[in-house]
Structures are given as C-alpha cells and as structure tokens.
C-alpha cells in the first residue's frame, strides 16, 4: 500500500501562486507515475500534470501549461506543484495520485494510489 498526503492548498488571489505537496510512504517505488487532479463540484475528476518519478519527464493539461510546473524530491519522497499566475477557474481540490508504471497517463481511473485532496480557492 501507498499512502499519500497532500498540502498546500488555500485562498490567493488571482495572479497569485501556492505551492501544493504530496507526500508518499508506504511501498513507494521510483518506478511509479506521480500526478495530480482536480475536481470542481459537478464535474469529473481532471488531469492537471504528471511526472514520472525515475525518468523525471513530464506532462501537463493544456488549461495549466506554461503556469504550473511538476517536480518531485527523492530523498523526501514528496512530490510538488508550483501553480503560478492562477485563475478562479483553477479553483477545485486538488488531489496526488500514484500509478504503479513509469508510463504517463491522463485518465485517472489509471491511477492506484489518491490522496484525501487540498482545497484551493482562487479569488477575482
């Protein structure tokens, strides 16, 4: 079992920026997919970026590219997302999943491992 533990999240204002952490344990493995999602009340849950945790390559939804930025620290096992330059449309919770592949992948049904999600509010 993984266990994930996400933090960071908050209020900013638009144009702002807040740095969220997921903090892995457990059976983590660096042959593992790291990710992130959101959801907003109604809608699915919604690929936001990925990183694959030995190879270091990323990918990211077009809604955050060139604002967010993905990345992860070995010796913590924790891994990151700098959200810059944030929109009230980037409201949602924010959920870190792990996936037992080094393969990226959008769909969240491919992922084995969520977090309890953090709150990220985005006022205008």
């Known amino acids: 079992q993984v266990q994930l533990v996400e933090s960071g999240g908050g209020l900013v204002q638009a144009g702002g920026s807040l740095r969220l952490s997921c903090a892995a344990s457990?059976?983590?493995?660096?042959?593992?997919?790291m990710a992130w999602f959101r959801r907003t009340p109604g809608k699915e849950r919604e690929f936001v970026a990925a990183?694959?945790?030995?190879?270091?390559?990323?990918h990211y939804s077009d809604s955050v590219k060139g604002r967010f930025t993905i990345s992860r620290d070995n010796a913590k096992n924790t891994v990151y997302l700098q959200m810059n330059s944030l929109k009230p449309e980037d409201t949602a919770v924010y959920y870190c999943?792990?996936?037992?592949?080094?393969?990226?992948?959008?769909?969240?049904?491919?992922?084995?491992?969520w977090g309890q999600g953090t709150q990220v509010t985005v006022s205008s």
């Open positions: 999943a792990a996936r037992r592949s080094t393969v990226i992948t959008t769909a969240n049904n491919h992922y084995d491992y």
């Open positions: 990183i694959s945790w030995s190879l270091g390559s990323t």
């Open positions: 457990g059976r983590t493995s660096s042959r593992y997919t």
